[in-house]
């Protein structure tokens, strides 16, 4: 067993008194995708903040091997861990798929140094690597969603980094191209030795393309563990509220709901 | 060197020793294109100045303007014209194009950085309310003799410290409560902008000096006529030229500014430390920019989209592009101010509004296009 590329324990953060994570812990090895799950406001994407060192916890470790996350220098950091965000206002700038990929290599470049042939070099093969080297010339408006985001995948392939953080890649994709995206994360994982980590809505998504699951509830963790153990109604139903039922097709755990099942309580909101 | 280069390979094994063969991304197309539109913009300008010079209220033939810089240079040329030419070209309209130059240059970086900084592309000087400062400074110093004590300078210092204490104060507020975000900066912006605003109005009503209120319009317009030699020149000279230096040499930076600030954090630069950046030099710039040419509005919004239409959006690329295109546009604005009236001179503001009014227009409509269908 080795030990986890990345790893995080007892995390807690609050905004404004209001705890929107705590004690949370996880662990992620080379080549395993972690997903990441719960409902809205569970605090998905303020974990993925202090992962990604954007937050420092209040309490709680983040390391990347031996590197402390919330001590690390971004430039350092970024060498190491890659994140693709969801407020990338990408869509309404006409840089290029190939510029957009190029700010990849921002990280390995001295503030005033310009890219040279090795960067050009590695920002091809990132983009060779998503199957996108056909779009380099194409402005980022110009792309459809699933385009758009193997051109981001690409840029995270451009950083070199071993870790890769992705919040909510399939936002807004048909179904197509929400198992394209998460496809190719998984082959990049597998076949490149990166750990992942996804944020993600959909949990047959999940089921599907995660190694592992962390399910999380009002900040704190509902269930952690394999999709097959994870994803069963006795955990989803208090979570969700919403009764679940679950069949299982080639092995893969497929969940089925309905909003009209009223002995878990009130369904959420945004459910209905 | 050597350790980058291990970094590089331990964090990518499976990278390509071999450098590219043919242009697969496209970068040297864009490369060459950037090149030929620097190249196209530098004679235009050339040419611009030389115009600039040569026209006005007397028009002087171009080989004259020619021969007396080159007099004026110390080159051995024989003189052929009249010493009015001379002091024509030399003592008023060589600093006032030179003062459009750099005000113009100025203006359109300006408002490429602001317009990166805040994400938005319809952000400029004026809109987060620098300009405003700028203008109130102008009026107390005319109307009620701020800083009389400078001399000839107290209008240019008032207006400048009106343009600081602006921004400082669009900075405290959208610094209020926590991260400087886009959304904020915008707003406080256009808060502060009214409040001055009325402020600079006020200060005209209270006055009740006719004269007074004529000299304010004349600074609110814009105008390059106070331009001459000495040391206020220089200033916006060397100020506007290390602007643009900085932005250049800062320009992936503004690249990752416009992605995102969680992206810009992930690629290794604090997008709030680098908006805190920005906005100290946009802020000495253009208050540097307004006191010398008063309130030129539309230039510092209209450039950046016309910069980026020709060589996209990389700001390695847009900057410099944008600096000369807003240089040639003020000199050309100047010389239809100082024509189109002759002898009266129309303020130059005047005219970039007519110009980018317009513009304005087709942009909102366009972007009204690109998010509905």
Same mark, same amino acid.
């Given at each position: 067993?080795?030990a986890p590329?990345l790893?995080?324990?007892?995390?807690r953060?609050?905004?404004d008194s209001r705890?929107?994570?705590?004690?949370v812990?996880?662990?992620?090895p080379?080549?395993?995708v %972690?997903?990441?799950?719960?409902?809205?406001g569970s605090?998905k994407?303020t974990l993925l903040r202090?992962l990604s060192?954007?937050?420092t916890?209040e309490?709680g470790?983040?390391?990347?091997?031996d590197l402390?996350v919330?001590?690390?220098?971004?430039? @350092?950091l970024?060498?190491l861990?890659?994140?693709?965000?969801?407020?990338?206002?990408?869509?309404?700038t006409p840089?290029?798929?190939a510029?957009?990929?190029m %700010?990849?290599?921002?990280?390995?470049?001295?503030?005033?140094?310009?890219a040279?042939a090795?960067?050009?070099a @590695?920002v091809?093969d990132?983009?060779r690597r998503v199957?996108a080297?056909?779009?380099a010339?194409?402005?980022?408006?110009?792309l459809?969603?699933?385009?758009?985001?193997r051109?981001?995948?690409a840029?995270a392939?451009a950083?070199?980094?071993?870790?890769?953080?992705?919040?909510?890649p399939?936002n807004?994709?048909?179904?197509? #191209?929400q198992?394209?995206v998460l496809g190719l994360?998984r082959?990049l994982?597998?076949?490149?030795e990166?750990a992942a980590?996804?944020?993600?809505h959909?949990?047959n998504?999940?089921?599907?393309?995660?190694?592992t699951?962390?399910?999380?509830?009002g900040g704190?963790?509902?269930? #952690?563990?394999v999709?097959?153990?994870?994803?069963?109604?006795?955990? @989803?139903e208090?979570v969700?509220?919403?009764?679940?039922?679950r069949?299982d097709?080639d092995?893969?755990p497929?969940?089925?709901?309905h909003?009209?099942?009223?002995?878990?309580?009130e369904p959420?909101?945004?459910l209905v | 060197?050597?350790?980058t280069? /291990?970094v590089?390979?331990?964090?990518?094994p499976a990278?390509?020793a071999?450098?590219?063969?043919t242009?697969?991304?496209g970068?040297?197309?864009r490369?060459?294109?950037f090149a030929l +539109?620097?190249g196209?913009?530098?004679?235009?300008?050339?040419?611009?100045?030389l115009?600039?010079v040569a026209w006005g209220s007397?028009r002087?033939a171009?080989?004259?303007?020619?021969?007396?810089?080159a007099?004026?240079a110390g080159?051995?040329?024989?003189?052929?014209?009249?010493p009015? *030419?001379?002091?024509i070209v030399?003592?008023?309209r060589l600093?006032r194009v030179l003062?459009?130059?750099?005000?113009?240059?100025?203006?359109?970086?300006c408002g490429? /950085?602001l317009q990166?900084m805040v994400r938005? !592309?319809?952000a400029?000087p004026?809109?987060?309310g620098?300009n405003s400062?700028? *203008?109130?400074g102008a009026a107390a /110093?005319?109307?009620?003799?701020?800083?009389?004590?400078l001399g000839?300078h107290a209008l240019?210092?008032?207006?400048?410290?009106g343009?600081?204490? /602006?921004s400082?104060l669009?900075?405290?507020?959208?610094r209020?409560?926590?991260?400087?975000t886009? $959304?904020?900066?915008l707003?406080a912006?256009? !808060? $502060?902008g009214?409040a001055?605003?009325?402020t600079t109005s006020?200060?005209?009503?209270? &006055?009740g000096?006719?004269?007074?209120a004529r &000299?304010v319009?004349?600074?609110?317009?814009?105008?390059?006529?106070?331009a001459? +030699?000495g040391?206020?020149? !220089?200033? !916006?000279?060397?100020?506007?030229g290390?602007?643009?230096?900085?932005?250049l040499?800062g320009s992936?930076q503004l690249?990752?500014?416009m992605i995102g600030?969680?992206?810009?954090?992930a690629l290794?630069? *604090?997008?709030a430390?680098?908006?805190?950046r920005?906005?100290?030099?946009?802020s000495l710039c253009?208050?540097?920019v307004v006191a010398?040419?008063?309130?030129?509005?539309f230039?510092? =919004?209209?450039?950046?989209?016309?910069?980026r239409?020709?060589v996209?959006?990389?700001?390695a690329?847009v900057v410099?592009?944008a600096?000369?295109?807003?240089a040639i546009l003020l000199?050309w604005a100047?010389?239809?101010?100082?024509t189109? =009236?002759?002898?009266?001179?129309i303020?130059i503001?005047?005219i970039?509004?007519?110009v980018?009014a317009?513009f304005l227009?087709i942009l909102v409509?366009r972007?009204h296009a690109?998010?509905?269908?």
């Amino acid at each position: 067993m080795t030990a986890p590329r990345l790893r995080a324990t007892g995390l807690r953060l609050s905004y404004d008194s209001r705890v929107v994570v705590d004690d949370v812990g996880l662990e992620v090895p080379a080549g395993h995708v %972690l997903g990441v799950a719960g409902p809205n406001g569970s605090g998905k994407t303020t974990l993925l903040r202090m992962l990604s060192g954007e937050r420092t916890p209040e309490r709680g470790s983040v390391h990347l091997g031996d590197l402390d996350v919330t001590r690390a220098s971004p430039r @350092i950091l970024a060498r190491l861990l890659a994140l693709v965000a969801q407020d990338e206002g990408v869509a309404d700038t006409p840089l290029s798929a190939a510029e957009i990929v190029m %700010l990849g290599r921002t990280p390995h470049l001295g503030p005033f140094q310009r890219a040279g042939a090795e960067d050009i070099a @590695i920002v091809e093969d990132a983009l060779r690597r998503v199957g996108a080297l056909g779009l380099a010339r194409r402005e980022l408006a110009t792309l459809s969603g699933g385009e758009r985001q193997r051109v981001l995948i690409a840029r995270a392939l451009a950083q070199g980094a071993g870790t890769l953080l992705l919040d909510e890649p399939t936002n807004h994709l048909d179904i197509r #191209y929400q198992h394209e995206v998460l496809g190719l994360v998984r082959d990049l994982a597998v076949g490149s030795e990166v750990a992942a980590v996804v944020v993600l809505h959909d949990l047959n998504l999940a089921a599907r393309y995660c190694d592992t699951l962390l399910v999380l509830d009002g900040g704190r963790v509902a269930a #952690y563990g394999v999709p097959d153990e994870v994803l069963v109604p006795e955990v @989803i139903e208090p979570v969700y509220g919403i009764g679940t039922h679950r069949l299982d097709v080639d092995g893969v755990p497929h969940l089925a709901f309905h909003p009209a099942h009223e002995s878990h309580g009130e369904p959420h909101e945004h459910l209905v | 060197m050597a350790t980058t280069d /291990a970094v590089r390979r331990a964090a990518d094994p499976a990278h390509p020793a071999a450098p590219p063969v043919t242009d697969l991304l496209g970068i040297g197309a864009r490369r060459r294109r950037f090149a030929l +539109w620097t190249g196209a913009l530098l004679v235009l300008l050339v040419g611009s100045t030389l115009l600039g010079v040569a026209w006005g209220s007397v028009r002087l033939a171009p080989g004259v303007v020619a021969g007396v810089l080159a007099d004026r240079a110390g080159l051995p040329v024989e003189v052929t014209w009249a010493p009015s *030419s001379d002091a024509i070209v030399w003592q008023v309209r060589l600093p006032r194009v030179l003062l459009g130059i750099a005000v113009g240059a100025g203006l359109a970086v300006c408002g490429v /950085a602001l317009q990166a900084m805040v994400r938005n !592309v319809l952000a400029d000087p004026y809109l987060l309310g620098i300009n405003s400062g700028a *203008s109130s400074g102008a009026a107390a /110093a005319i109307l009620f003799g701020f800083a009389a004590g400078l001399g000839q300078h107290a209008l240019s210092v008032s207006a400048f410290l009106g343009a600081m204490a /602006a921004s400082a104060l669009v900075y405290g507020i959208a610094r209020s409560g926590g991260h400087v975000t886009a $959304v904020r900066l915008l707003l406080a912006g256009v !808060v $502060v902008g009214y409040a001055l605003y009325a402020t600079t109005s006020f200060l005209i009503f209270a &006055s009740g000096s006719a004269e007074g209120a004529r &000299s304010v319009l004349f600074w609110l317009l814009g105008s390059l006529g106070l331009a001459q +030699w000495g040391s206020p020149l !220089v200033v !916006v000279l060397v100020v506007v030229g290390a602007t643009v230096v900085l932005l250049l040499l800062g320009s992936r930076q503004l690249d990752l500014l416009m992605i995102g600030d969680a992206t810009a954090r992930a690629l290794g630069t *604090s997008a709030a430390a680098a908006r805190t950046r920005l906005l100290v030099l946009v802020s000495l710039c253009i208050g540097v920019v307004v006191a010398a040419a008063g309130s030129i509005g539309f230039v510092g =919004l209209v450039v950046p989209h016309l910069a980026r239409r020709a060589v996209g959006a990389r700001h390695a690329y847009v900057v410099p592009v944008a600096a000369l295109m807003g240089a040639i546009l003020l000199v050309w604005a100047d010389i239809v101010a100082r024509t189109l =009236l002759a002898p009266q001179e129309i303020p130059i503001g005047i005219i970039t509004s007519l110009v980018g009014a317009p513009f304005l227009l087709i942009l909102v409509r366009r972007l009204h296009a690109s998010t509905t269908g």
